[in-house]
């Protein structure tokens, strides 16, 4: 048996209660909980702020003004135990007693932490016992519960390798247990496998397989579609859902602190469509620049997080920080670009539909683009160059070759479906005629081309 001074509890195939120091635990992310405006926080806040050293206090001078409920990423410099650090800004108290939503605050800030940190390529985490002043009976049994939806709907929850909630002292610990015992299985005590008799090691493995089961069971249900009250609410606040270049309503466009367009593509989103997470599509292009950048120049532990802007959509609304901080060299969009991208990517969707012939789509949508730019509230849009047809006529085929392989596919199908029933009842005749005693009215049967 381990020693008390560091007793892991199993609460799932990747989630685990430590009892350990800070000193002597290691991850890939480590996250810390801070107060708005990062000068203060909870838990080990000031050890992080101690040992990670004054490139940390230089990094935070541009994250300063992220608000509740926002997550950043950046190296954990001084710490050598881990590689980066995960900033969440919380409130001084959950007023969970006053107010139930508190609770799913609460979880939505934790999960955004984890999305965070796998979204930087990271996959074992470190959580404080401590989130800020609230209590730790409630604490710990609404964080349980947070880990527990996570690995249920999460699509990241299989790129992590493990989450830890460490446990400085006894009571804190024993207040963990507890809530793990009391919302799932009984919780195991790691022990050596030597401990172990083989019966047991047995029944472990076999409950580790059912469980892994039932998760991917639970992924492979249908996602739900975005609510419709959802996606109108989504309007009234100035954020519309438009088509990606794959020709899906999946980006999301609208106007950031200054009234410049922003359009940001969806990452992830929850099975029943009313959590939304959302990347600045030009942000995510040249952070991964930059991450192939770093890594030729110094290898794999070279690459430094760059800015990418994120968003997070419950209900219709933003949830977190409603302006994230985009990248330098990220340029908003103008309204010309964003009108001849959707005027011609709505085209290439009839085509692929099978609603129109390319030239046929492409025709109407220089009529479009035209009509709209002729109209009296449009003359603020310069009339786009719009790209001619020798240009787009690609992109407009390829669609067509879409819709055209589909239905070759479905004819194909079709076709052997009925080829055997052809087969299966001309058997049947051959059957029939073999068994009648009469002779035939002809003789040989012969067939012609």
Known sequence: MESDENRPAETSDKVFIIQDSLESTSADVIVRFCAPGLETGYGWFDYVKENAGDELKEALKSIKRISLGSARVTPAFGLKNFKAIV??????????????????????????????????????????????????????????????????????????????????????????????????????IKQDLDDFEESSVSQLNTTSKS??????????????????????????????????????????????????????????????????????????????????????????????EAIRARLIICNGEVVGEEYPQHHPDCQPWTDEQLLVQQIDRSSRKTVKEGLLQPFEAYQDALSRITSVTNQTEAKVIDVPNFPGWNHGRQKFKKRKHEIEEESEMYEEVTYMETSGEQEQGYEEEQVLASSDPQPTASGDISVTD
């Open 211 to 304: 469980s892994n089961s039932r998760r991917r069971s639970r992924r492979s249900d249908p996602m739900q579609p975005i609510p419709d009250a959802d996606i109108e609410h989504m309007k009234s606040n100035g954020m519309y859902l438009v088509l990606s270049a794959k020709l899906e309503p999946t980006i999301l466009n609208l106007k950031d602190e200054n009234g410049l367009k922003r359009q940001y593509r969806m990452t992830n989103r929850s099975k029943d469509g009313r959590k939304l997470y959302f990347r600045c599509s030009r942000c995510d292009t040249l952070a991964k620049k930059k991450s192939k950048s770093d890594e030729a120049e110094n290898g794999e532990d070279g690459r430094s």
């Open 87 to 188: 900033h969440v800004i919380v409130p001084p108290v959950f007023a969970f007693s006053e107010n139930p939503l508190e609770a799913q605050l609460m979880k939505m800030y934790c999960k955004n932490a984890i999305d965070v940190a796998v979204e930087a390529h990271y996959s074992r985490i470190v959580f404080p016992a401590i989130i800020n002043n609230s209590a730790i009976d409630w604490v710990a049994t609404e964080l349980m519960k947070c880990f527990r939806e996570y690995a249920a709907d999460s699509v990241y929850f299989d790129e992590l390798r493990e989450i830890k909630i460490l446990c400085t002292d006894d009571e804190t610990y024993a207040q963990f247990y507890s809530a793990a015992s009391a919302i799932s299985k009984p919780v195991k």
